[in-house]
């Protein structure tokens, strides 16, 4: 089974060779031309020893890649290939020559090619296939096929107003612990509730992703609404678990806790006692048991506070609850922490608790 590290690599390199596919780039109008003329085509971005040894025939050119260059040599029979960049046409008319022994499902000629190819040298081919009117990326294992702008973006937005339903969602769940943390009644449930929350939407937020770098020129606005969306989503789920994460020897960091929270199956991420025990707080049998914030999620809140004072602050006192109960006198005991700035923490604190408690009953 592959490591987290070699699939994260892999999907790295899928969206980057997605990017340099995405309408409004050169390369994806030169393979649009092409299938509209109806001649096909095989495409190698990327000439290396690999590629080198598995190529007969054809000619060199290295010259500047146009669309209008691709599409003429598409014309005759033979792969292309193109540096890593996509920005010189290296070699056309080339016969390739992969393993045949390299398994593939592919059964038309130029298909199978693209695949044993793409999984030989690990360079992205695209097929553009003239009877199936597709253009096809391989690379690695992967086979994905270009689709039109129109039925991307409908994708897309679907996504879209899934990501907002589940934005306001963790909004109503993220203020409602911000009340319980104040009022001290936080339990291992409200905690679930909210990382799992978080969880779901960044794996919208990556799915939609996936869309605007397909989309290309046309995916601007959508990329826009994403970030609109998803602010602060990334800080709030490291909030959460540094708020909550158990300290010890064993301790994990908070990038491990996320990562594996980022390895829950769907079904498992909807079951509370998946999540708490991934965040290590708890499990089924424990949801109803209370916890402790150390108070990152709402100091993070209080204006004009760095970070490094906000460490101080919970090494000092330990919990949020001591450091609602805190004078400005005894903020002013933490190193960084003058008469200004206590009085900045004390009054944030207390609007933060005013605010959260009025929400919450009013």
Do not use: C, W
Not at 3 to 17: C, H, I, N, P, V
Not at 152 to 165: D, F, M, P, S, Y
Request: aromatic share 2%.
């Amino acid at each position: 089974m592959p490591s987290t590290d070699r699939t994260g690599d892999a999907d790295k390199a899928l969206r980057a060779a997605l990017g340099s596919l995405a309408p409004g780039t050169e390369l994806r109008e030169g393979l649009e031309r092409i299938l509209r003329g109806r001649t096909g085509a095989l495409v190698v971005v990327g000439l290396d020893d690999v590629v080198e040894k598995m190529s007969t025939g054809g000619f060199v050119l290295d010259v500047p890649f146009t669309a209008t260059a691709l599409r003429e040599l598409a014309k005759m029979d033979g792969a292309i290939i193109l540096d890593r960049d996509a920005t010189t046409i290296r070699r056309a008319g080339v016969h390739l020559m992969p393993d045949p022994a390299i398994v593939t499902a592919e059964t038309g000629t130029r298909h199978r090619t693209a695949d044993r190819v793409a999984r030989q040298s690990g360079l992205p081919v695209i097929s553009v296939s003239a009877s199936m009117h597709i253009i096809a990326l391989y690379l690695g294992q992967t086979r994905h096929v270009l689709e039109e702008t129109a039925a991307v973006l409908g994708r897309a937005n679907q996504a879209l107003q899934t990501l907002e339903r589940y934005r306001s969602r963790l909004d109503e769940v993220s203020d409602a612990l911000s009340a319980l943390e104040i009022e001290d009644l936080v339990t291992v449930r409200d905690v679930a509730a909210v990382a799992q929350r978080l969880e779901m939407v960044r794996r919208i937020a990556t799915e939609i992703e996936a869309y605007v770098l397909e989309l290309g020129t046309d995916g601007r606005l959508l990329s826009l609404q994403l970030d609109e969306l998803i602010g602060g989503v990334d800080t709030e789920r490291q909030l959460i678990v540094r708020d909550y994460m158990p300290t010890g020897r064993r301790a994990r960091t908070t990038e491990e806790v996320l990562a594996e929270m980022g390895e829950l199956a769907p079904g498992a991420l909807v079951d509370m006692g998946t999540v708490a025990a991934a965040l290590r707080i708890g499990s089924s049998d424990v949801l109803d048991t209370p916890l402790t914030p150390r108070g990152y999620r709402l100091l993070a809140r209080v204006p004009r506070l760095p970070a490094t004072v906000v460490d101080r602050l919970i090494e000092h006192f330990g919990s949020l609850q001591k450091l609602l109960a805190a004078s400005i006198d005894d903020l002013q005991t933490v190193d960084g922490v003058g008469d200004l700035r206590a009085r900045g923490v004390r009054e944030g604190l207390s609007r933060l608790a005013e605010s959260s408690i009025l929400e919450r009953y009013v």
